[in-house]
């Protein structure tokens, strides 16, 4: 047992699902953030709970093998990594970790393991989408940088590892154009498009006072000709001042136009891996008829679409689905059709109505699916079943309920679509048992 307050030794020697340390003290259980199995450190318990206690880490004893100092001078006050005192094979382990004890743990699945792991060649600069938060420093100078962990003070950034290096110039001329003109500028929104090498760039600014476009144009343009499209948030809607409405980019050969509200995924290399892994797994064919639940802007959809018959897709925000569409026709892409509905509405509608998918996919947000569309799911009796996740525990809980009707693991891949955080997602194929 431990008390709260008190300093103890400890020896870490796992991670948790969400990213702390855990080890022992005289056999008891403690979580320590921010450190790594092979740690030896000191820690202050800050609250005991029957079972295992919360801790702080007061300071690294001896260092485990793993460890590494974080390239980013930020980490962790930024709150947007989690893992990055830890090296990268050893971030990949982890990851590999909470899939297999999800599934063990939560699925029942005794010895299913992830048959592979897909990474990107180098774990930085991924991020197509950042959004810096504008505020004041203690001088009164505007600055741009992130909310510091659990608060809303904004820690200025200078560079982000996991950005584009050019966000730092945009976040430059941006600033000093805040300065100049005494802009009260709430956030800057900047999107690239890996393809084409476009930016876009969008400045929130609450209230509807017009700011000096022109100069806020001129200063953006002098860091890239790149930037292509310009917006000004206000509390009325964006604006475009400058440039395209749109930028575009490719993903498995399919032609995006993306608004700066589309829903996009956010790391574009690693984007293409996971669907193409998806897409490996479903083992689609030309007589396949394809349901695609939960499909955003279509993505997946369109790229299974190239492979079946036809690809119906289901997807709860209108305007997901109006682009979706929009992407369809942009691709000459005829054999895909889509439903802005619910999937627990709309899944037992269309199975109901005799829809026979011969292959199902489904990608759920963190909460996971829901017993209405796993039951339709089921009934409708296709061969296989690929579960994209980004939340192995509720993807654990699915395939407990898939695989406790008619349904067996096939292949399992984790993909590190967010390195240097502690989010990880599953590609997950069942079969149906004939
Ligand atoms: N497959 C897409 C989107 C995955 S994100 C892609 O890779 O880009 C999960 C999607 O599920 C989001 O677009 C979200 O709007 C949608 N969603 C959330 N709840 C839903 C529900 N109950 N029914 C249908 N779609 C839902």
Redesign the pocket.
């Known amino acids: 047992m431990v008390e709260n307050g008190e300093k103890y030794i400890a020896e870490i020697t796992g991670i948790s699902s969400d990213g702390n340390g855990v080890g022992t003290v005289d056999g008891f259980t403690v979580f320590v953030p921010y450190t790594v199995a092979g740690d030896t450190v000191e820690i202050e318990v800050t609250k005991v709970k029957s079972h295992y206690a919360l801790s702080r880490l007061v300071r690294i004893i001896t260092p485990s093998k793993d460890r590494i100092t974080p390239e980013c001078g930020l980490y962790p006050r930024c709150g947007g990594c989690g893992l990055l005192h830890m090296n990268y094979n050893a971030q990949r382990e982890a990851k590999k970790g909470f899939i297999e004890a999800a599934l063990r743990r939560i699925g029942g699945f005794k010895e299913l393991l992830c048959d592979e792991f897909i990474s990107p060649a180098t774990p930085v600069r991924y991020r197509n989408k950042c959004i810096y938060q504008m505020g004041k420093s203690e001088n009164g100078l505007h600055i741009s940088g992130f909310f510091a962990n659990g608060s809303h003070d904004v820690v200025p950034v200078s560079d982000c590892l996991i950005s584009p290096e050019i966000n730092s110039d945009i976040n430059a001329a941006v600033t000093e154009y805040s300065n100049e003109y005494n802009i009260d500028a709430k956030s800057l929104f900047i999107r690239h498009a890996r393809a084409t090498g476009e930016i876009m760039v969008m400045l929130s600014i609450g209230g509807n006072r017009p700011p000096e476009r022109e100069e806020l144009i001129r200063k953006l343009l002098a860091v890239s000709d790149k930037i292509v499209s310009v917006y000004i948030g206000t509390n009325n809607g964006n604006r475009l001042i400058y440039g395209k409405p749109e930028i575009t980019d490719m993903l498995c050969g399919i032609r995006f136009n993306i608004s700066p509200e589309s829903?996009?995924?956010i790391n574009p290399y690693m984007?293409e891996m996971l669907?193409n892994k998806a897409l490996e797994y479903a083992e689609i064919t030309k007589n396949d008829i394809v349901l695609?639940?939960?499909?955003?802007?279509g993505?997946?959809s369109l790229a299974a679409a190239k492979r079946a018959r036809r690809v119906t897709g289901?997807?709860?925000?209108k305007q997901?689905v109006a682009d979706a569409e929009k992407n369809a026709r942009r691709n000459g892409i005829s054999n895909a059709e889509f439903f802005a509905?619910?999937?627990?509405n709309?899944v037992p509608r269309l199975i109901e109505s005799g829809m026979k998918p011969d292959v199902v996919i489904l990608?759920?947000?963190r909460r996971g699916s829901?017993e209405a569309t796993l039951r339709a799911i089921v009934t409708a009796a296709p061969k296989r079943i690929v579960y994209?996740s980004c939340n192995p525990a509720t993807l654990a809980r699915d395939a407990k309920y898939l695989a406790a009707n008619g349904y067996t693991p096939a292949r399992c891949a984790g993909a590190d679509m967010f390195p240097g955080t502690v989010h990880v997602e599953t590609v997950l194929a069942m079969m149906r048992i004939q």
Do not use: L
């Not at 289901?314 to 925000?317: Q, Y």
């Open positions: 829903f996009y995924q984007t669907y695609d639940i939960y499909c955003g802007i993505t997946i289901i997807e709860i925000v997901a509905d619910s999937a627990e709309a990608d759920p947000p829901d994209v």
